[in-house]
């Protein structure tokens, strides 16, 4: 079993950064893949990024491409998602999920075998 924490939201106005955390615990996953995804109110979860147990394996949404990057530290158990030059459109919570097939880059939330509770990310204009 592996518990996942998100932290690292808050307020930004546009333009600004945040660097999110997704911290594991109970068991080691650095052979998982690991996906951030977001929601804001109304609409359907969204595929943000993703990071293979191979850190050079990374994929991004159109939307956040050249933004955000994601990366791990598999010492400390945790992958983060930096964000940069955010727009109010990011506004969202924002969750991380885990997926013990390490090798795949899924996109769906579909698969996910760990997920977190989310931290809220308001970009104001």
């Known amino acids: 079993q592996v518990q996942l924490v998100e932290s690292g939201g808050g307020l930004v106005q546009a333009g600004g950064s945040l660097r999110l955390s997704c911290a594991a615990s109970?068991?080691?996953?650095?052979?998982?893949?690991v996906g951030w995804f977001r929601q804001a109110p109304g609409t359907e979860r969204e595929f943000v990024a993703t990071?293979?147990?191979?850190?050079?394996?990374?994929y991004y949404a159109d939307s956040v491409e050249g933004r955000f990057t994601i990366s791990r530290d598999n010492a400390k158990n945790t992958v983060y998602l930096q964000m940069n030059s955010l727009k109010p459109e990011d506004t969202a919570v924002y969750y991380c999920?885990?997926?013990?097939?390490?090798?795949?880059?899924?996109?769906?939330?579909?698969?996910?075998?760990?997920w977190g509770q989310g931290t809220q990310v308001t970009v104001s204009p």
């Open positions: 109970g068991r080691t996953f650095s052979g998982y893949a």
């Open positions: 990071i293979g147990w191979n850190t050079d394996n990374t």
């Open positions: 999920a885990a997926d013990r097939r390490g090798w795949v880059i899924r996109t769906s939330v579909v698969g996910y075998d760990y």
